[in-house]
């Protein structure tokens, strides 16, 4: 293992904040995989799910095993990681400006362009012009805060990777992926190992997350060029590994298993091909995710548990007035899987109380929550 350390600018004198990268086998070797955690700097099941990957990798790599190369980055969020406020963590929103950490990340579609001018009838020709394109007009994003650079940065290690993992959970959930529609069957072995009950797709999410920056210009660029042979050069998704709460040193284990179990579906880890088990859930479109919000507020009391299946009409949750007692039913208005929910008992009016993947709502905008 080689372990590099990146310095984030500071945005006052006296601070520091550092990356950490670790890189598993031989430089550019193929397949490649990318894998962060934690870029919701209080999602703490993708950081010891790369505890446990790092100790098997680092036995992997020993005993010769690796055909690809691996990049681990275990904490990718050291700026949301020290933030706290009157002592709870907070990692999913920059303190300074309120932004998303794994929201607004460099659009690099705006250079496709520009790089589709030197497409030729050559696959692999392209794949390589493509990454360079891509890093050049990375390398021209200004970065002036240090959330700027922390995505900048994150952004240029994944950028030439052939598969990218990012490590996320939800307040209290089931697991589930969500990916880009071109890379559904490439993330299926993936879903059926952690044992996911939703996988959810689309083109564009809205908000430009991490996983989309780095794969849908590869998308966009075939769509734009169709007499040109462009591969897509980059399936990125992000895992939700069940709940903020749900840490503990067998799930970790468990996890790390399966994902290294895709490893060597991808040939990146050599041996035989694991055996996939069935496959809990088909993907659904993003579009047809199903938010549930608090028309007021109250006491919050669910009456499903997440990745449990539900119907049409059935109540999911009751929000009881403290001052009257009366309860009013939240239903869902499609049928799917309950697959996360809020950690917070008290709803406030407009506030989301959970999701529900299924198959007949059509949302647009953003679709993913703020």
């Known amino acids: 293992m080689l372990t590099e350390t990146i310095a984030i600018p500071a945005a006052a004198p006296g601070t520091a904040h550092h990356l950490t990268v670790q890189r598993f086998g031989r430089a550019g070797a193929r397949p490649c995989v990318y894998i962060q955690a934690a870029l919701h700097a209080d999602e703490i099941p993708g950081m010891i799910c790369a505890q446990a990957l790092r100790r098997e990798l680092l036995a992997i790599e020993a005993a010769g095993h690796l055909q690809g190369e691996v990049v681990l980055v275990p904490v990718a969020n050291p700026l949301g990681l020290g933030q706290q406020v009157l002592g709870q963590p907070v990692g999913r929103f920059a303190l300074g400006d309120g932004g998303n950490f794994n929201r607004d990340f460099p659009d690099l579609c705006v250079s496709l362009s520009r790089i589709g001018e030197n497409l030729a009838d050559a696959p692999q020709h392209n794949l390589a012009i493509i990454r360079e394109g891509l890093a050049a007009a990375l390398s021209e994003v200004p970065a002036l805060t240090p959330a700027q650079h922390l995505k900048k940065t994150l952004m240029g290690i994944a950028l030439g990777c052939d598969v990218v993992l990012d490590l996320h959970c939800d307040a209290e959930a089931a697991m589930h992926l969500y990916t880009h529609t071109a890379s559904a069957e490439i993330?299926?072995?993936?879903?059926a190992l952690l044992g996911a009950r939703a996988i959810l797709l689309a083109e564009v999410s809205g908000g430009d997350p991490f996983d989309e920056a780095l794969s849908r210009p590869w998308f966009d660029l075939a769509r734009a060029f169709p007499g040109q042979p462009v591969p897509f050069g980059c399936h990125s998704v992000t895992v939700e590994l069940r709940g903020q709460r749900d840490v503990g040193h067998e799930t970790a284990t468990a996890d790390a298993a399966a994902?290294?179990?895709?490893?060597?579906?991808?040939?990146v880890i050599a041996g035989a091909l694991p055996t996939l088990p069935p496959a809990l859930c088909s993907a659904t479109a993003l579009e047809a995710s199903e938010p549930l919000i608090a028309p007021f507020a109250g006491i919050l009391v669910y009456r499903r548990e997440v990745g449990e299946d539900v119907g049409a009409g059935d109540v999911v949750a009751e929000i009881v007035?403290?001052?009257?007692?009366e309860t009013t039913p939240v239903a869902a208005a499609s049928g799917g899987v309950f697959y996360a929910r809020s950690a917070l008992r008290f709803a406030v009016p407009g506030s989301r109380l959970g999701k529900i993947a299924g198959t007949r709502m059509t949302r647009s905008g953003r679709l993913l929550s703020p």
């Open 321 to 325: 007035d403290p001052l009257t007692g």
């Open 259 to 267: 994902i290294l179990a895709f490893l060597r579906h991808l040939g």
């Open 187 to 191: 993330f299926a072995p993936l879903a």
